[in-house]
């Protein structure tokens, strides 16, 4: 069973930053593929960023150039470095195993991401 704990939200002005962390278990991190979604309340949940288990990354089009997806695998997490953030990036972002995962499957409780002036 795998297991993810997400850390790092909070609230910050338009134009702030933060750094979120997802540390995982249960799982070969290593070996898997690693994503960043977000939600907000009335939407489907959506792709943020991912990176593969060689550190091709991918994201979405409304964080490209503000947002960085790495890992460190001797800790087993990964990270999503948010820059420039705007009042849309306002929402629950989850962490997730894989480079598809499906909504059936096993969520942590996110960290919420607040950006107001």
């Known amino acids: 069973q795998v297991q993810l704990v997400e850390s790092g939200g909070g609230s910050v002005q338009p134009g702030g930053s933060l750094r979120l962390s997802c540390k995982t278990s249960?799982?070969?991190?290593?070996?898997?593929?690693m994503g960043w979604y977000r939600q907000t309340p009335g939407n489907q949940r959506e792709m943020v960023a991912t990176?593969?288990?060689?550190?091709?990354?991918n994201y979405a089009d409304f964080v490209k150039g503000r947002f960085t997806i790495s890992r460190d695998n001797s800790k087993n997490t990964v990270y999503l470095e948010m820059r420039s953030l705007e009042p849309d990036d306002t929402a629950v972002y989850y962490c997730?195993?894989?480079?598809?995962?499906?909504?059936?499957?096993?969520w942590g409780q996110g960290t919420q991401v607040t950006v107001s002036s």
């Open positions: 990176i593969t288990i060689d550190g091709d990354t």
């Open positions: 997730q195993t894989g480079l598809a995962p499906s909504p059936s499957d096993s």
């Open positions: 249960g799982t070969f991190f290593s070996f898997i593929g």
